[in-house]
């Protein structure tokens, strides 16, 4: 007898210990759900404006609401007369106090847990976010929102027989006096529904493993036949458990060349953090099937999930109105200004790069959040790139999203796979981009030099300035590219990032700080 069983054959999964009723009950809710949604998005100022009284009303007699008379809004134009655009340091010398225990400051009521970040607003030092009992309440019926917005597409009433395996860090909660410094996605797996934990992966031994190349294959040895359905993290590490799953299935013995021989009702990627389009092909070709759904997200700390993937092929993803965070948008060219125009979600104009604002449960008001956005078609957002993030060398201001549409373009031109990718410069008296990429195997470029011409083109069509400057390498030299070994974008992520799940690969490298990518770079 072969000792190597054929994995493609039938066997039964360890399924959830829900009953089927329960999955058609749930696609009844989701259809629910999804109605409530889209009448929130047609009444859009409504919406929004009655989110925004029931936050100021709220925030009425702390300090900051006395002193900004919150009591005295109306409606948004008597709330944009009193509360100016602020950013991380005009609202955190009331978040040390509320950590040193005050109430009544920003929100009347205590706020235990903190997000933990770095921002552009404090030169790189911590910020400490708050995150209100209230806005975690928020956040767990968006979260609902986005997963059963995909059921009710679908058409899915047996998603709850199988169970959703998440990959996201340990439960840190760093007691500081009377409160926890966190992340927002730790906070918010202690806080799943008890009715949802019966159904979730992994086991609590795994999930707060710190090293994450042991919890990647501890959860590929113990989950092989677990109905695995749903899959939650960010976009970037997905590829990676793929791998590890393989490898330990043809370690057991089983001829698994795809992900779905092992988890064949896998169909939905619950992502984020970064855009998905990079990841795709790698994805596709790792999991074995091209019907799954990857359910892309915009979220921060400050607010929870702004927006989602609705599955209807238009790019952006929806907006979510009705969800605890008030919305302005500021045009790129002013975010600097004292007194910028602010424009709210219902007069967004289409294509316009904005710098997003935000006011949410937790006591941050017209809150600049140093993202940029725009939005390409109504109701729906793109994350362009971050204000501090921008590769620049003579004042171009190339985003990660323009990066990402150049790489692109140069793959269609020289057809290639990419696993991962980002971008940085040699900085000189004239400087040039150079692209750090890691390709699949056997999937490189069969000409390097074009490209690397490909990707320069890509960044001309992008990028009007970098177009300007590269004519005649008047002050930008034509782009390079630099070849990662394989395992080097994973390997050099663990690096910058401590193994953390969590962590995005960079679009943009910081051109004084490339030198730690060059040891993953594969020799000439």
């Keep these: 007898m072969d000792a190597v069983m054929d994995f493609a054959e039938t066997r039964r999964l360890v399924g959830s210990p829900f009953p089927g009723a329960v999955g058609k009950a749930m696609l009844l809710a989701a259809d629910v759900r999804t109605r409530r949604w889209d009448s929130a998005l047609t009444r859009l100022r409504a919406e929004q404006e009655k989110t925004l009284l029931a936050i100021t009303r709220h925030a009425a007699r702390t300090a900051l609401g006395t002193r900004l008379d919150f009591a005295g809004i109306r409606g948004y134009e008597s709330y944009r007369v009193r509360v100016p655009v602020g ?37 790189g030092k911590p910020k400490f976010l708050p995150i209100s009992e209230r806005q975690i309440a928020d956040q767990r019926q968006s979260g609902a929102d986005a997963l059963m917005r995909t059921l009710a597409w679908l058409r899915d009433d047996t998603f709850v027989r199988g169970f959703t395996l998440g990959l996201f860090p340990p439960t840190t909660m760093k007691a500081e006096g009377p409160v926890f410094v966190t992340s927002n996605p730790a906070l918010m797996v202690t806080r799943l529904p008890l009715v949802a ?24 040895k113990k989950y092989l036949d677990h109905d695995v359905r749903a899959l939650a993290g960010t976009t970037c590490w997905f590829g990676a458990l ?35 389009t990079p990841y795709l092909p790698v994805l596709r070709t790792l999991l074995g099937r091209p019907d799954f759904l990857l359910v892309d997200s915009y979220n921060a700390t400050e607010g929870g999930l702004y927006a989602v993937t609705d599955h209807r092929e238009e790019p952006g993803m929806l907006m979510l109105p009705h969800r605890g965070t008030f919305f302005e948008f500021v045009p790129l060219a002013e975010h600097e200004k004292p007194n910028p125009t602010r424009v709210p979600l219902w007069e967004v104009e289409l294509d316009v790069p904005y710098a997003i604002v935000v006011t949410t449960l937790s006591g941050l008001y017209s809150y600049k959040l140093g993202d940029i956005v725009r939005f390409p078609r109504k109701n729906r957002i793109e994350f362009v790139g971050r204000l501090s993030g921008c590769l620049s060398v003579t004042q ?47 999937k490189a470029p069969s000409d390097m030099t074009a490209f690397a011409r490909a990707f320069d ?7 009007r300035v970098y177009r300007e400057h590269r004519k005649d390498d008047v002050a930008i030299m034509p782009a ?45």
């Design 396 to 442: 171009e201001l190339t985003t990660h999203v323009e990066v990402e549409r150049a790489v692109a373009y140069a793959v269609e031109q020289v057809p290639c796979t990419t696993l991962d990718f980002g971008a940085s410069a040699d900085v000189g008296a004239k400087s040039r981009y150079v692209l750090f990429v890691e390709f699949a195997p056997g």
């Design 242 to 276: 793929f791998e590890r799953v393989l490898e330990e299935a043809r370690k057991a013995g089983r001829r698994a060349t795809t992900v779905a021989e092992i988890w064949p009702n896998l169909k939905i990627l619950m992502g984020g953090g970064v855009s998905a």
């Design 87 to 123: 950013d991380y340091d005009s609202f955190s010398p009331y978040i040390e106090r509320m950590r040193q225990g005050e109430k009544n400051l920003l929100v009347p009521e205590f706020v235990r847990y903190y997000g933990n970040s770095s921002g552009s607003s404090t030169q």
């Design 457 to 463: 083109e890509g960044l001309c069509r992008e990028n």
């Design 197 to 220: 934990r019966p159904a979730y992966l992994p086991d609590e031994e795994i999930k707060q493993l710190g090293d994450y190349d042991e919890k990647l294959t501890r959860i590929a």
């Design 480 to 524: 390079g590219v630099r070849k990662l070994r394989q395992g080097g974008a994973q390997s050099y992520l663990s690096l910058i990032t401590r193994g953390n799940v969590q962590g995005k690969f960079p679009r943009i490298i910081d051109p004084l700080r490339k030198d730690r990518i060059d040891e993953f770079v594969e020799p000439q």
